[in-house]
């Protein structure tokens, strides 16, 4: 049976450690408080970057034996980054823990980003954002979030401009690591078979050496817009995509559930979703259609993405926005409540079965709440909503407030 504690370093290291008797897999992250919303002025991307270049080279190691090591075993070594977070990871057989942690451990502590591989993968960057803004289906979204957000940097793209990331260099990658992954500043993950014990010992013979300075993380809370924002941009493509959003609480607001519950209500990944039935099952206007969450520490969007022609993207907002007064007029009864959170409740269940993902989201769950999740208490959150808590909800969505941003 699976169980899970919350651990600490002497240096302020917390450690999310996950047992999972006779599991034949280890997972160990990294989970780095700090994304692309806290890259400076002139350095969008930087976090990206970091995440891309941490593997081309150490002060023991060259990258083709960090890239070799996990894949040595039939591992991997990987990474991402988001707006508010940086992670490494590895998952590999069980019994090549000690493998896994002196490797992370040598790419946060000793990683020398050369300049010839920051040159090298500079370019590969820059082929991304160009493939990127290739996808209007994706850069409407991050279009979106930097229209609602423009002077804070949660709102610019992940990847950077191409400008700023001609920019960076590896002094900057240097700097950025040693300001930001301190223990303090981060959590290790770890699910598997080996015993806390043995997580700690290890990791305490290599993270414990780890100065833990405070880190210089100044977020700063977004405003939300003055009016309701109505946009588009010509650019000459064959389909409209739309993204129609607000500002919502962030994670750590009580109306997260609520919030969540109703994103799903509206457009999750079930074909019964109320938006998937009204734009594509009845009337044929879209080619797809969902609703999703960007929830950050301070601050939310609820976006609602669709795809049509572009003829056909007036009445889709109309229908959408017809909807959503549905929902705020009391559309969701007790009856359709009770559907809908059980459709809910058996998705996270099913959910809960992709060990990797959960163990990945664990580190910013410790980030935020620095404690470890308690599913149980997170399903009598979900069933004791009301149908007036999803009205209330879905009033963040009001046209008073519908923000939207066409492509075409």
């Known amino acids: 049976m699976e169980s899970q504690l ?9 450690v999310a450690y996950v047992c999972r008797p006779g599991a034949k897999v280890d997972y160990l992250a990294l989970s780095v408080n700090v994304g692309s919303r806290d890259d400076a002025p002139g350095y969008e991307g930087l976090a990206h970057f970091v995440e891309h270049t941490i593997f081309k080279g150490t002060d023991m190691h060259r990258s083709s034996y960090i890239i070799n090591r996990m894949e040595a ?33 040598e790419l946060i502590a000793h990683s020398t980003f050369p300049q010839a ?4 993968e500079r370019e590969v960057v820059l082929d991304e954002i160009a493939s990127y803004l290739d996808s209007p289906a994706d850069a409407v979204v ?24 001609m920019g960076l260099s590896g002094d900057i990658c240097r700097q950025y690591l040693k300001r930001y992954f301190v223990p303090s500043n981060m959590v290790v993950v770890y699910a598997g078979p080996s015993s806390s014990d043995d997580v700690m010992r290890l990791l305490s013979r290599t993270f414990a050496r780890l100065d833990h300075p405070l880190p210089e993380l100044r977020r700063v809370r977004p405003e939300p817009p003055l009016r309701v924002l109505d946009e588009v941009d010509d650019m000459g493509l064959h389909q409209s995509h739309t993204v129609a959003g607000a500002v919502i609480p962030g994670a750590k607001s009580p109306e ?27 009337r044929g206007l879209v080619y797809s259609v969902d609703c999703a969450m960007s929830m950050f520490g301070d601050c939310g969007l609820m976006e609602i993405y669709f795809g049509c022609d572009d003829e056909d993207t007036a009445r889709c907002l109309r229908r959408i926005k017809a909807v959503i007064t549905r929902v705020c007029d009391g559309y969701i009864t007790p009856a359709r409540l009770a559907k809908a959170k059980r459709q809910y409740l058996g998705q996270l269940i099913v959910g809960n079965e992709n060990v990797e993902a959960r163990m990945l989201a664990l580190g910013r769950y410790v980030t935020l709440f620095d404690s470890l999740p308690e599913p149980r208490l997170t399903i009598e959150a979900i069933q004791s909503l009301s149908a007036d808590d999803i009205a209330r909800a879905a009033s963040y969505l009001a046209a008073d407030r519908l923000c939207r941003l066409t492509l075409r």
């Open 256 to 282: 997260r559930h609520a919030l969540s519950l109703l994103s799903n209500i509206l457009g999750g990944p079930g074909m019964n979703s109320l938006l998937n039935v009204e734009l594509r099952e009845k």
């Open 117 to 120: 591989e920051i040159d090298r």
């Open 6 to 14: 919350l651990l600490r370093l002497d240096n302020g290291l917390r």
């Open 142 to 165: 991050d279009n979106f979030e930097d229209m609602m957000f423009p002077s804070n940097g949660i709102g610019h793209n992940i990847l950077g401009t191409k400008e700023s990331v």
């Open 73 to 105: 075993v039939g591992g991997e070594l990987n990474a991402y980054t988001t707006k508010e977070e940086t992670v490494v990871y590895t998952v590999a057989p069980a019994g090549s823990l000690r493998r896994s942690v002196d490797l992370l451990y």
